[in-house]
């Protein structure tokens, strides 16, 4: 009797221990961040789950709503695969008027875009100048040299109004606030290169990219030993720039980077050297589309450019964060909707949508207001983005698996790589911040199971310790 009691008390204590599972130290986690919002560094949002195992988890005032940032950017980029399909790809047509005499076309060279946001992006340096040159090829092997109509570019898929208007305005100068609009170049970032000198003496500019940036800048710039930064300010659809900087001396090569004032302008200019360096002459003018005008019925299509497959352009997005990725990305999912041009709040109707007709019942709490997470306004709980990690796991997994791919992996890559550096804990994670604001959310595996973790923190006052805490509590759970 006593072995077999043994024997069924032992069977008891590991047939338990694996429905608990691995996720041990709760009290002390809770410690630790206890003790870090009685020190006014953050307060902390957390919901961490086995989705194998639903009594494997840990949870910190998960219910609270919290900015979330840049985790907005899985929203963005989960909805689109569901509802795109991984291969999606947007797609750029180019038409002319059907009238051509020899080796005169009697009529225009029309542009119609569809909101790509890649189009000699440098996050794919291979494809930079395709665009560009396959308008360039196709002209030549039709036999066109003069064009006697205008260059148009027909961005009316998507507003005029690129920017958010719930973004800050202190944004809306910088790179990372640009606009999205239906033709887009060049990432919609200017590059400016400066040189400096002798302290206390004038920094040089030394070059503006792309070309035909349409930039006029005012520069208050300073040349001194300590405190070097610099901002940038600008509306868009505006060429005006101001730049503000204090640049350390001595230096050959100070790159800084602000949005273009008009992108569909930048497309357009080039476009028409390419022609010209090709030995293709437009007697017309370049003119812009914001509202479509056109009978494509009427016009001859030439050729398609596509973008790069949804999935490698979701990578981009969430490796590198980037802003007007996310933006195209969401606004694509109205693309087919006959209410054109396409606003945000259309596409995020669409978003929500899709996710209700599903059964996920985000809280009262939840609202998304872009794609991008760079208003402060969206708000989210740490539920409401476990729901989604856990739904995409075990409801789609066709859609979990270049989802879980587009994540880079904490302390390696991307916009994660400073973040459980030198750790061995595996967290493929999104990042989000923004000032007062540091966020994580993301996959963790550990010992053949897989966990959904979202790591929230708002009013952060002292963000590298916000950051250690994280790293603490991870640690302290799975290690």
């Known amino acids: 009797m006593k072995k077999h009691s043994l024997y069924f008390i032992l069977l008891f204590f590991f047939s338990v221990g694996s429905i608990q599972g691995q996720i041990k130290n709760k009290n002390k986690v809770r410690n630790i961040i206890q003790k870090s919002e009685k020190k006014n560094e953050g307060d902390y949002s957390i919901a961490i789950q086995n989705l194998n195992n639903p009594n494997d988890s840990f949870f910190y005032h998960a219910s609270e709503k919290k900015t979330p940032a840049s985790i907005v950017k899985l929203f963005t980029t989960a909805s689109s695969l569901a509802i795109h399909g991984k291969s999606f790809r947007f797609t750029t047509d180019i038409f002319i008027t059907p009238y051509q005499n020899n080796e005169n076309l009697q009529g225009d060279l029309i542009i119609k875009t569809s909101g790509d946001p890649s189009i000699a992006s440098k996050f794919y340096p291979l494809d930079s ?110 060429n005006q720039r101001y730049i503000q900087a204090v640049f350390p001396p001595y230096r050959k090569n100070i790159t800084i ?14 476009i028409l050297r390419w022609l010209k360096i090709a030995g293709i002459k437009v007697k017309g003018n370049l003119k812009i589309l914001y509202k479509n005008q056109i009978h494509y019925n009427k016009l001859k299509l030439i050729a398609q450019y596509q973008s790069p497959y949804l999935y490698e352009l979701i990578k981009a997005t969430n490796y590198h964060s980037i802003n007007h990725y996310a933006e195209a990305i969401l606004k694509s999912l109205a693309l087919d909707s006959l209410d054109k041009p396409i606003q945000t709040s259309k596409a ?17 709490s939840f609202k998304l207001i872009d794609g991008s997470g760079l208003s402060r306004k969206n708000q989210l709980t740490a539920i409401d983005i476990q729901k989604l990690l856990q739904f995409l796991y075990q409801k789609l997994p066709d859609i979990y698996t270049p989802f879980f791919n587009s994540l ?72």
């Not at 910088?174 to 920094?203: C, H, L, M, V």
């Not at 980077?257 to 080039?270: D, E, F, I, K, V």
């Not at 991307?414 to 550096?421: A, E, N, Q, R, T």
């Open 129 to 238: 100048t395709r665009f560009l040159s396959m308008i360039t090829r196709v002209l030549i092997k039709k036999g066109i040299w003069i064009i006697n109509g205008d260059l148009i570019i027909d961005t009316s898929c998507f507003e005029k109004k690129g920017q958010n208007p719930l973004w800050d305005k202190e944004d809306y100068g910088e790179a990372y606030g640009t606009g999205i609009y239906g033709a887009n170049f060049s990432d919609n970032q200017a590059k400016i290169t400066y040189q400096t000198f002798r302290n206390n003496t004038p920094a040089q500019r030394t070059s503006i990219s792309p070309l035909y940036s349409g930039l006029y800048l005012t520069e208050n710039i300073k040349v001194k030993r300590k405190g070097y930064f610099w901002i940038a300010k600008g509306k868009e659809l505006k």
């Open 257 to 270: 980077c602000t949005s273009l004032p008009n992108p569909p302008q930048t497309m357009g200019y080039n």
């Open 348 to 364: 995020l109707s669409i978003e929500k949508k899709y996710w209700k007709d599903r059964g996920i019942r985000f809280s009262p």
């Open 408 to 479: 880079p992996l904490c302390g390696k890559d991307g916009s994660v790589k400073h973040f459980l550096k030198k750790s061995p804990l595996n967290f493929y994670a999104k990042s989000g911040s923004m000032r007062g604001v540091q966020n994580y959310a993301g996959f963790l595996l550990k010992n053949g199971e897989i966990y959904s973790v979202v790591l929230l923190s708002n009013k952060v006052k002292k963000r590298r310790e916000v950051i250690k805490k994280m790293q603490l509590c991870l640690e302290n759970l799975f290690l």
